[in-house]
């Protein structure tokens, strides 16, 4: 799976300066036992293990005010160290129409930093635009 991330983001025509790309929930996901690809420092400290997160977030994604899961991709994505490994991943944004508090309320228990709105870095140029009335929640860790 590894691979097929990574034959997604060359595609991509990303340039250094840009925020970091986002891939689908399930893209991510899927397939990804490596504990340290996402909150790596929260990992053994609180954070649930990386097949628990994807069992939220598809929970998440499922619930039918949310329109879109995505995983935003750390600064160090395309680093050549990583290259064999999934991407690390710094956020996981919920494009939703649910209020603040009701999204913070899906992500309890998961030790992240919090929920925030909007994209961190700036909108990744891969990343679609919401729809009508649905706002862009960032869950952030560290």
């Known amino acids: 799976m590894p691979q097929e991330i990574r034959n997604y983001l060359a595609r991509l025509d990303w340039k250094e300066a840009q925020p970091p790309p986002v891939v689908d929930l399930h893209l991510y996901f899927e397939g990804n036992s490596e504990e340290e690809s996402i909150a790596p420092n929260q990992w053994g400290d609180g954070r649930p293990s990386i097949a628990e997160l994807y069992e939220r977030f598809k929970w998440i994604a ?12 750390h600064f160090d994505w395309n680093d050549e160290s990583t290259i064999d490994n999934f991407p690390p991943a710094e956020n996981i944004h919920i494009l939703s129409c649910a209020s603040q508090s009701e999204v913070e309320s899906w992500v309890t228990g ?8 909007g994209w961190p870095y700036g909108k990744p140029g891969n990343a679609p635009e919401p729809p009508q009335g649905y706002t862009v929640y960032s869950v952030c860790w560290d």
């Open 62 to 73: 499922a619930q039918p005010n949310v329109d879109k899961v995505l995983v935003g991709l």
């Open 110 to 117: 998961l030790h992240a930093d919090g929920v925030i709105q």
